[in-house]
């Protein structure tokens, strides 16, 4: 997953929380999600480790951050 983006105006409405659970139902079956952010980021690094991301320890060369989410597989 790369980067979800909320218009200014909608942001602290859930919509990012929303866009997240989508995106991870759309990767049903598989065993994690991987998703980068910048490393300034902060309100998305915060967002994405509520919702249960764990940061990488690579850092990226290019200001990125990467964030892994083991998820349930359904059967």
Do not use: F, I
Not at 34 to 57: D, E, F, I, W
């Amino acid at each position: 997953m790369g980067r979800l983006a909320v218009a200014p105006d909608l942001r602290g409405l859930g919509v990012g929380r929303w866009l997240l659970g989508r995106a991870e139902s759309a990767a049903e079956g598989c065993r994690r999600v991987l998703l980068t952010t910048g490393a300034a980021s902060h309100r998305n690094l915060a967002l994405y480790q509520r919702q249960g991301y764990v940061v990488l320890p690579d850092p990226r060369d290019d200001g990125a951050v990467d964030l892994v989410k083991a998820v349930t597989v359904r059967t």
